[in-house]
DNA sequence: CCTTGACTTCAAGTCTACTTGAAGTTGTAT
DNA sequence: ATACAACTTCAAGTAGACTTGAAGTCAAGG
């Protein structure tokens, strides 16, 4: 039973607070097995699959988006090679998506540095409605939902 | 008085809900006048701030920050042409620091794909503490508050 | 004048991803 | 055997940026 991990162990492998983890297995992203005693004893996959959560949510992706991911998977959780190799593909995907927005934004930003778009007329910075108009809390912009043009 | 906006026609020129505007002057980032009829009515450089508070959303601010920042400005709220160029010119450099990481980690994600991380032993992404360890709900990395070296 | 949409305040609710605290149990080293 | 850290559950709290709802007032067209 070397082959399994204790919650605190799993914590400080993977680098989140044990309240995470419980957290993420009551969402469903992780799961465990029991000590005689009701302790949770974690497979050691379980610490790629968390690594796998931290990695998409740098990414921006919500634990939602994730564990959709994870399902999506055919041996669902604990991802093999192959699972890692096409999920993040799709996630550089997006990932490469923000990138650009942000560097559409940051040229916007250069553009108006000393250009006088104070004047409000031409200023893509500040003419809104074609860039992202919701953005609640977090960085939701990368979820696919919408893409602001910024033509 | 045709100089001056009502809620409404901010909003919709500005691209956010009125809910969000009151918000925002509760919060001291906007201000207003009032009509004997105790209704809002805002100047036209209003929306020029609202349209700098949004730009530095986007840039990954808080609106506690983006406070400081227009708080920080000579003569306070309704930024001049010169008064953007010190903002924007600060908020690019976040911004830069920003897509650096998103770069970077683009990297791991591409070094991933399909070279066997799975093993756990030296990957980028699968060992985390030298990345953003702590980041809570959206996008706090920006802040400068630590930077993941990433090295 | 009257309707109707836009406005007012204030309190409370929402969403995400957790964290914190209380009260109690387990595992392990000595 | 005993101490003590690490574990358990469950409820409630946190942060940020708003949104929603209720109950009422204002402004402009016909």
């Given amino acids: 039973m070397d082959d399994y991990l204790t919650i605190g162990d799993l914590a400080k ?7 995470a983890l419980r957290y993420y297995e009551e969402r469903g992203l992780i ?16 610490l790629r699959t968390v690594s796998v959560i931290r990695a998409a949510q740098e990414v921006g992706l919500t634990l939602a988006e994730i564990e959709q991911a994870l399902d ?18 799709g996630w550089r995907t997006q990932l490469d998506e923000r990138i650009g927005e942000l560097i559409a934004l940051r040229d916007e930003l250069d553009d108006c540095i000393g250009c006088g778009c104070l004047s409000l007329r031409s200023c893509a910075l500040f003419n ?24």
């Fill in 72 to 89: 999506s998977l055919p041996n669902s959780r604990a991802p093999t090679k192959s699972d890692w190799t096409k999920l993040s593909r």
């Fill in 13 to 19: 492998r993977a680098g989140v607070a044990t309240s």
């Fill in 31 to 46: 799961s465990s097995e029991r000590t005689d005693g009701n302790q949770r004893r974690y497979q050691r996959s379980v």
């Fill in 128 to 151: 809104p409605g074609d860039r992202a108009a919701t953005f609640g809390t977090g960085a939701r912009y990368i979820t696919g939902d919408e893409r602001p043009s910024l033509s």
